[in-house]
């Protein structure tokens, strides 16, 4: 995937068959099927790739147990179809992963039980394993850290788990290998227009500073929490889609919660589902569900809903966590698609949503991760028809994606570039110095910053260390000590000189601040 070669082609191809605005889990996913079905598409993210919400999820691929209680009985059924499908796409960047849910009366037991068996009928062929019974004894012993008092067992199941931002990546390189062309920092400013009709963008590029005016039979607005803003660029009067809602996630150290076994807390004081499941050698804990009216690029953890988290893991646990034990934090917005009568967006509909407007924008929004792919193939069976483009099937079910290998076990460090880790040993045979870690604590080495600065499109050091390594996620502080070493690897491939480099590592340093817990 380069990015020089992707930028000729934008003044190569007259016209489109279709414009995605949006590189996250959504645009991505339709850049995808819009290739594979032979369309010349074009994918425009303003950022990077999964900038936005698409790597500050849970990590879960899942059919969603809480929707279950809530009765969208469509939905689960939905997602645990695309997990079933997800995981033997992407092996590469999924894993099977058993969750428990501590029962603290006997009720509870046979009500979780029960309602995890349902949940895993509705996988039909497709399910990873019975739920079952455990006694307290077992419990504990799995899950050495659970609050032991009052405790009468729990139930075991099995869901999915997986890389946000990694699999975002495979997605563009999947369209990039089928033929699409996708760019990370273009921002959409302007929708083109003839008679009324959407015919094109307008878009900047950050990087060069140029304007591209590019024409296309169909674009699809796939932003987001954003996709108000681009509708707003079609018709200033229209009422807005989305009603964004903020969850939040804390990384500690596994001492926290020893054990290869996820907790779920079925019900919070506000009815949220709590999370606590390993990720990266530590454990991810959230998350929360909190309406906002700001939406923002980085959003920012609210005191209360750290203390939120703190305070439900500890009443759970004996591990009594502290703010300072804190490694990460990190916030993500939901695109919550607005209905009238809902007062909470807990209970907010993760169905999509797709809008085709007068002028024959087509938007996408709301939904989960674990959908996209669905999501993708009804957006493009929409643009296609509102392009009368050729009619080929969506055949992206069974596809294979970028990487995809069992070769690697999880674990290995460098299991989620799937086949093209050999692309990074080869480097490393070549210069062993590039097997230097960037940090002394973890296992992320040069040669990854070479080969996604060469073949993934990483410009900037938060480009390196949020989503093509996971760092600033796993471990703030060491992403704030590790961002000198990584704009000095980067510049050179950049062609960047040291005042870039004391640029990139002040803007890393500000933006990583975000990321810690430190109370206010
Ligand atoms: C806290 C939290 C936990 C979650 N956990 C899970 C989970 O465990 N499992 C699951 O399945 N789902 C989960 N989800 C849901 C899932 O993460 C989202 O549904 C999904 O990531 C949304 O993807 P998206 O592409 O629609 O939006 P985004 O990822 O936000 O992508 C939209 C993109 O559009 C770009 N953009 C905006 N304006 C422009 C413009 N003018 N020009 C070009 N580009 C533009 C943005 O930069 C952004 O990258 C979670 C969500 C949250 C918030």
Redesign the pocket.
């Known amino acids: 995937m380069n990015r020089t070669f992707n930028i000729e082609k934008l003044t190569e191809v007259k016209e489109w068959d279709i414009i995605v605005?949006?590189?996250?889990?959504?645009?991505?996913g339709i850049a995808v099927d819009a290739s594979k079905r032979g369309f010349k598409t074009l994918l425009?993210?303003?950022?990077d790739?999964?900038?936005?919400?698409?790597?500050?999820?849970?990590?879960?691929?899942?059919g969603g147990v809480r929707y279950l209680a809530q009765g969208n009985i469509k939905l689960v059924v939905e997602?645990l179809r695309e997990r079933g499908f997800l995981l033997a796409n992407a092996p590469h960047l999924t894993r099977i992963q058993q969750f428990i849910i501590p029962a603290y009366s006997y009720f509870n037991k046979w009500f979780y039980g029960v309602g995890l068996f349902v949940y895993d009928l509705l996988s039909r062929k497709l399910s990873l394993g019975q739920p079952s019974l455990l006694s307290k004894k077992t419990v504990l012993k799995k899950m050495p850290l659970i609050n032991p008092k009052k405790l009468k067992g729990g139930i075991v199941y099995t869901d999915g788990q997986f890389d946000?931002a990694r699999l975002a990546l495979a997605l563009a390189l999947t369209a990039n290998d089928l033929g699409g062309t996708v760019l990370n920092y273009?921002?959409?400013?302007q929708l083109l227009k003839k008679n009324g009709k959407v015919i094109g963008v307008v878009?900047d590029d950050e990087w060069s500073e140029k304007t591209f005016e590019l024409h296309a039979k169909v674009v699809i607005n796939?932003?987001?929490?954003?996709v108000d803003?681009?509708l707003d660029l079609d018709d200033p009067n229209t009422s807005a889609m989305v009603m964004p809602?903020?969850?939040?996630?804390l990384v500690v150290d596994k001492k926290f919660f020893p054990g290869t076994d996820a907790l779920m807390i079925p019900k919070t004081n506000d009815g949220r589902v709590l999370f606590a499941l390993p990720w990266h050698d530590r454990v991810v804990i959230?998350?929360t569900d909190t309406p906002l009216n700001i939406i923002s690029?980085e959003p920012i953890a609210l005191e209360e809903e750290i203390e939120f988290i703190l305070l439900h893991f500890n009443e759970y646990t004996t591990a009594q966590l502290k703010r300072k034990d804190v490694l990460s934090v990190f916030?993500?917005?939901?695109?919550l698609v607005k209905t009238s009568n809902k007062t909470s967006t807990s209970l907010a509909s993760r169905d999509h949503t797709i809008l085709v407007s007068k002028s024959n924008l087509i938007t996408i929004?709301?939904?989960?991760?674990?959908?996209?792919r669905k999501m993708a193939k009804d957006a493009v069976n929409n643009a296609a028809f509102i392009a009368a483009l050729p009619i080929v099937k969506c055949s992206t079910r069974n596809l294979p994606l970028h990487g995809c290998t069992k070769e690697l076990k999880y674990g290995d460090p460098l299991s989620s570039y799937g086949a093209d880790a050999k692309i990074i040993k080869s480097m490393i045979v070549e210069d062993p110095a590039l097997a230097d870690k960037i940090h002394p604590h973890y296992d992320y080495c040069f040669a990854e910053i070479l080969f996604s600065v060469k073949f993934e499109m990483a410009l900037t050091v938060e480009d390196i260390l949020a989503r093509r390594s996971r760092l600033l996620l796993v471990d703030a502080r060491a992403a704030m000590e590790a961002a000198p070493v990584v704009a000095h690897a980067m510049a050179p491939l950049l062609n960047e000189d040291l005042a870039w480099e004391e640029e990139q590592v002040k803007s890393f340093q500000s933006l990583a601040s975000g990321y810690l817990a430190t109370a206010s």
């Open positions: 605005i949006g590189g996250g889990a959504t645009g991505l425009l993210e303003k950022s790739f999964a900038k936005g919400t698409s790597s500050r999820s849970t990590k879960l691929v899942h997602a946000d273009f921002q959409v400013t878009a796939a932003t987001g929490v954003f803003s681009i809602s903020q969850g939040v996630h959230g998350t690029e916030a993500g917005l939901r695109p929004t709301g939904g989960k991760w674990t959908t996209y």
